[in-house]
């Protein structure tokens, strides 16, 4: 099976002197679940960024497929001014809506208002559903349950590890515990 994430002998700093990475590899099928795990400020959500090409690495190769993203913020994630259905509308089928809305425990009526009138765990469940209706071969997750609680929590990642036959997810999490439960792998960085 192809590897649908490579990530070969990367290396990146912000500073010439001091490298978050070097000659950092990772690899990942479908199928697969891989956590990275570490410190505020150990470089987790910098490597996202390298993966997205939002930041060039000073060597080595990043090789990614067809993925979507969860961020931290969720606010962040959607315009102010659009209702979240516009919004996932624009960028997914919703053919599969009903079913994940049940799977995420979260009511369509929530999907017609403003991001700014959720909360922070109804907007995250929001973004986590317009990535998975995009059908991406890699789910890029960065603490994607960090804003639920934990029964929300748990019923989010049973969906996700659900659907381990259509994609490979890569997590970012804090969560050491989440990260054991979950992955196939773990990487401490």
Do not use: V
């Given at each position: 099976m192809r590897n649908i994430l490579e990530v070969n002998n990367l290396s990146f700093g912000y500073k010439k002197d001091s490298l978050l990475f070097e000659n950092f590899s990772i690899t990942l099928k479908k199928g697969e679940i891989k956590a990275i795990v570490g410190a505020s400020g150990a470089g987790k959500s910098t490597l996202f960024e390298l993966i997205l090409s939002s930041l060039k690495p000073s060597s080595g190769s990043v090789y990614c497929a067809n993925c979507s993203e969860v961020f931290q913020d969720p606010y962040s994630s959607f315009h102010p001014s659009y209702t979240l259905l516009n919004q996932i509308a624009d960028v997914a089928s919703l053919d599969e809506l009903d079913s994940?809305?049940?799977?995420?425990?979260?009511?369509?009526?929530?999907?017609?208002?403003?991001?700014?009138?959720?909360?922070?765990?109804?907007?995250?469940?929001?973004?986590?559903?317009?990535?998975?209706?995009?059908?991406?071969?890699?789910?890029?997750?960065?603490?994607p349950t960090s804003a639920l609680d934990n029964v929300i929590q748990l019923e989010v990642m049973n969906m996700l590890i659900k659907n381990l036959n259509s994609m490979g997810m890569l997590l970012i999490t804090h969560d050491l515990e989440l990260a054991k439960w979950c992955a196939d792998e773990i990487i401490m960085i």
């Open positions: 994940y809305l049940k799977s995420i425990n979260l009511e369509y009526e929530l999907l017609l208002k403003l991001p700014h009138e959720l909360s922070g765990g109804q907007l995250q469940r929001a973004s986590i559903l317009r990535a998975m209706l995009m059908k991406p071969e890699l789910l890029l997750l960065d603490e």
